[in-house]
């Protein structure tokens, strides 16, 4: 795969870094901050190797997240250290586990310089992306209808974009099953007897779902439609936007008027039959059936057109294709 073919480039560039060069690498970036060059340089390499199995995990024990954090905030404008800054953190918090999630969220500022650079690059899809990633994997550690807001913005603002629309898509699907970092990465030992715990959980969930209410009804599921049919041929955008949806039905029985209204039901169909002439689709088709699960639940109950006009198209279109 390309995926491999990559790695095994990126091996025969970096065998020359091992643990300890790395840790060098990282102490002149601490040591030199100011120089803008050397920066630049640092972070290039860093996010490029970072890539490579098992660099990742040296970097964080390295300090490498408290160091690309530093980095960010001494140089804001530089667009060259935020691009290399940002990816680096990317690779580091989705596969360095609970101990890079631990890292950052312990160091001082490192949310809200995220969040900073986030919306100081909304024009730039490149950083951007890396930045709505980021925010995915720390969904309860920052505020939901605000958060919910900006994902609208961007996903009008880079309509083009596969990085921004599909991370777009996968945060606003994080932001409503969030539970705090921090509850999966400590131990249970401070637990109490009572629930409180499960109160405060189920109010939680409850305002995540009033908000994805608020997003569906401010053009969120126009952005979603918009987003399938710009980009037919990427299935993880297809697999997010029909997970989403199935969600938005789920959460209110109210939204299945709209979304049928709006083409989304056609966009999923339009889907099943795409991937279903490609390998490796399951991901799609679990998604899109999901959605079509919860949007005719109860129609044929009822003699709703959606039972007939709907579910009965989409089965006769799948045993066409199949």
């Known amino acids: 795969s390309s995926h491999t073919h990559r790695n095994a480039k990126i091996a025969n560039h970096v065998d020359f870094l091992d643990r300890s060069t790395l840790k060098i690498l990282l102490q002149m970036l601490r040591m030199h901050s100011g120089n803008v060059g050397m920066q630049r340089t640092g972070t290039s390499i860093l996010s490029f190797v970072v890539e490579h199995d098992g660099y990742h995990q040296i970097i ?29 953190l990317c690779w580091l918090l989705h596969r360095g586990g609970d101990a890079a999630k631990r890292q950052f969220i312990q160091t001082n500022g490192g949310m809200q310089t995220l969040l900073n650079t ?89 305002q995540q779902g009033q908000h994805l209410a608020w997003f569906a009804q401010s053009d969120g599921i126009t952005c979603i439609h918009n987003a ?17 949806l199935a969600i938005l039905c789920c959460v209110c029985d109210a939204l299945r008027e709209p979304i049928s209204a709006s083409g989304c039901l056609e966009a999923v169909v339009s889907c099943q039959l795409r991937s279903n002439r490609r390998k490796n689709s399951s991901r799609v088709q679990h998604a899109a059936i999901w959605f079509q699960t919860c949007m005719l639940l109860d129609c044929v109950d009822r003699n709703d057109v959606r039972a007939f006009g709907g579910g009965a198209a989409v089965i006769h279109n799948l045993m066409e294709a199949s």
């Open 60 to 88: 964080v024990e390295s300090g490498g997240i408290f160091c690309m954090l530093m980095l960010l905030n001494m140089h804001p404008n530089d667009t060259v250290i935020q691009c290399n800054g940002i990816a680096t």
């Open 228 to 244: 399938m049919t710009q980009h037919q041929d990427d299935d993880s955008i297809q697999a997010q936007a029909c997970g989403l």
């Open 118 to 206: 986030t919306h100081m690059y909304m024009s730039k899809p490149s950083i951007l992306g890396n930045c709505l990633c980021l925010l995915s994997a720390f969904p309860n550690e920052v505020p939901s209808k605000s958060t919910i807001q900006m994902v609208l913005r961007c996903m009008k603002q880079h309509p083009e974009s596969i990085k921004v629309q599909r991370n777009c898509l996968n945060l606003i699907r994080q932001l409503t099953t969030a539970v705090s970092v921090t509850d999966n990465i400590e131990t249970n030992d401070n637990n109490n007897n009572d629930n409180s715990n499960g109160d405060g959980h189920r109010q939680h969930l409850q």
